[in-house]
C-alpha cells in the first residue's frame, strides 16, 4: 500500500523564522506535487515537481524532490503571517493518480 | 491554469435523501476526473476515478452502489451520493486531467456536504 507521509503534522512558527517540511513516500513515482489548503477552500497548486534533483522556489516557498530518497522537502523561508495554511505534497501514480500526504497544519505568528 | 467549476460549492440534505454534485471542466477536455473526499482536519481521500464514457474505478472501501459517478461527457463529471446519512458529510472535491503523463490535474472549489 503506497504510504505518503509528511513531518511534521502541524509546525508553529514564529515570524522571520526558516522552516523545512518534509513528504516521504514508498513506491516509486517521479512526480510530485505540492499544494496549498486554506480553512473552507479547495487546493491552490503551488509545485510541480517533475524529475529527480528538481527545485522549484516561488516566494518565500521553494521545493526540492529527490526520487531516489523518495523524498519531497517545502522549505519557508522568512516566515510571514499570511502562509498560515495547511500544506499536502502529493505523489502522482499511473497517468494522473495522485495520493496525499497527511498534511502540514502551518501557524506563522507575530 | 485550467478551471474546474465545482457545484454546489455547500448543499445542506435530509437522511434518506439523494444529492448531486458536479465538476465540470470549463476550458479543457477532461479525459479523467477524479472524486476526492476529506474529513475535517484530514487529508484528501481518493475516493474514485472516471473516465469519460466508461465505469468509474473505485478505491477499496468506497460503496459504488452508494456513491454513483457518472462521466457523460468530456467536460463534465458527477457525483451523486445517494441515501445520504449524516456520516457522509464531509468536503468533496473533484479534479480533472487530460490524461496525458505529466500533467496538473486541476482541482474544483469544493463541495461542503452536511446532511441532517
Known amino acids: 500500500e503506497l504510504k505518503v507521509e509528511q513531518n511534521p503534522l502541524f509546525l508553529s512558527m514564529q515570524e522571520g523564522k526558516n522552516y523545512t517540511i518534509y513528504c516521504n513516500y514508498s513506491t516509486t513515482s517521479d512526480r510530485l506535487y505540492w499544494y496549498r489548503q486554506d480553512p473552507g477552500k479547495s487546493l491552490e497548486s503551488l509545485f510541480v515537481?517533475?524529475?529527480?534533483?528538481a527545485v522549484k522556489q516561488e516566494g518565500r516557498l521553494m521545493a526540492s524532490l529527490d526520487t531516489k530518497a523518495r523524498l519531497s522537502t517545502l522549505h519557508i523561508t522568512a516566515a510571514v503571517h499570511d502562509l498560515s495554511a495547511t500544506y499536502f505534497c502529493?505523489?502522482?501514480?499511473?497517468?494522473?493518480?495522485?495520493?496525499f500526504g497527511t498534511g502540514t497544519r502551518l501557524q506563522v505568528f507575530p | 491554469g485550467a478551471v474546474v467549476s465545482q457545484h454546489p460549492s455547500r448543499v445542506i440534505c435530509k437522511s434518506g435523501t439523494s444529492v448531486k454534485i458536479e465538476c465540470r471542466s470549463l476550458?479543457?477536455?477532461?479525459?479523467?476526473m477524479f472524486w476526492y473526499r476529506q474529513f475535517p482536519k484530514q487529508s484528501l481521500m481518493l475516493m474514485a476515478t472516471?473516465?469519460?464514457?466508461?465505469?468509474?474505478?473505485?478505491e477499496q472501501g468506497v460503496e459504488k452502489d452508494k456513491f454513483l459517478i457518472n462521466h457523460a461527457s468530456l467536460t463534465l463529471s458527477t457525483l451523486t451520493v445517494t441515501s445520504a446519512h449524516p456520516e457522509d458529510s464531509s468536503f468533496y472535491i473533484c479534479?480533472?486531467?487530460?490524461?496525458?503523463?505529466?500533467?496538473?490535474?486541476?482541482f474544483g472549489q469544493g463541495t461542503r456536504l452536511t446532511v441532517v
Open positions: 476550458d479543457f477536455q477532461a479525459t479523467t
Open positions: 472516471s473516465n469519460e464514457g466508461s465505469k468509474a474505478t473505485y
Open positions: 479534479s480533472a486531467s487530460t490524461g496525458r503523463l505529466n500533467t496538473e490535474a486541476f
Open positions: 515537481l517533475l524529475s529527480n534533483g
Open positions: 502529493a505523489v502522482g501514480i499511473n497517468t494522473d493518480k495522485l495520493i
